[in-house]
């Protein structure tokens, strides 16, 4: 988005400082991502910095609302409905398409928002990754709020360890060394000292909860939870003592809940111009007569599973519980980012923390995911270069 940035950007890359940086990352710290890194950062200009910032405060104004409880009541599912819920979210996430304004400026479309964590670690140590190996200008920042990379980094131990013995924290998972997403479980143990700790590995006696770790039995009292129930509902062949509805002893980062509550379930409640108009399929008395223009989600998927992005009436009225789907106006990804062939699209997902006791989250880091597919992921993106996951510097 700053011409003269990117052609620098084009003309100093080699395929060498790629390498470079991608197998950095997996001798610091112990893993090479099964994703795809991008060749390329994005750089984002004072004008669509100023329409994020102004994107996330009409969100955060929504989930802030003191009924916002109330509101979300119904995306709680019978049977996944986890005890001892916290006051808010600790973690929220919002999805935006980079797009042309009918102006031809860019400007951010919400895709997606999520009370739920996501590359807090990895996102830190993928910056500081293109900073040391490409030509990024060191006044450009891709952290907000006046953070430095330490300053970060405390904040999230502070957050997620906090007053505990990190021994006594775990990161809760379903077999994460498989998780694509391991790279960050990695990181942060490195990081904060936190281990990884599959959910069929719990042992809960009584109210208590441990773990195992060098033939010793630890107590569990704290759990930055990673585990989505759409995936564990899916694994049957997990044996598994701890349920996660069970009412524990335990401390929760990043309840649960709130995977569900700030979901595709929050999108219809959102007016604002950086917000497609989204509805539920349940609460809608006539379809749209420009339905074409509509993409059709489930509420309770994740990672794009379910999405029909040419839905017709037929299939809408083939929907047996049409309050588990919206509809929302389809985003059209702008071709941004010249590369070596064709234009990627980009997508930036800005990432915030809620503190216990704040009045309101605070916008952290941010994720970028390039791609010259349908849509992004990595099933759209299969033999292409210049696409995967990034992240954005913004102009000072």
Known sequence: MIKHLREQYNQQFSVARHTAMVDEIAETYGHRPPF????????????????????CEDIVDVIVQPNFKALSEAALLPGQVVPNETPHTTFLQLDFGLCLAPDGSVTPQLIEAQGFPSLYFFQEAAAQAYLKHFPVPPTFLHLFNGLDSTAYREKLRSIIVGDHDPENVILLEIEPDKQVTAIDFFVAKKWIGIESVCISKVIIEGRTLYYEKDGRKIRIDRIFNRVIFDELLHRDDLQRQFNLTEDVDVEWVGHPNWFFRISKHTLPLIDSPYSPKAYLLSELEQYPDDLHNYVLKPLYS??????????????????????????????????LIPTPDVPAKAEIRMMLLWERGAPRPQLVNNLVRLSKGEMVGVRYNKGKEWVGGSVAFFEP
């Open 302 to 335: 994740f990672a794009g599973s379910g999405v029909n992005l040419h839905c017709t009436k037929a299939d809408l009225d083939a929907i047996q519980d049409p309050q588990h789907y919206i509809l929302q106006q389809k985003v059209e990804y702008a071709d």
């Open 36 to 55: 795809r890194i991008a060749e390329t950062p994005i750089f984002i200009d004072h004008q669509l910095r100023d329409r994020l910032l102004q994107a």
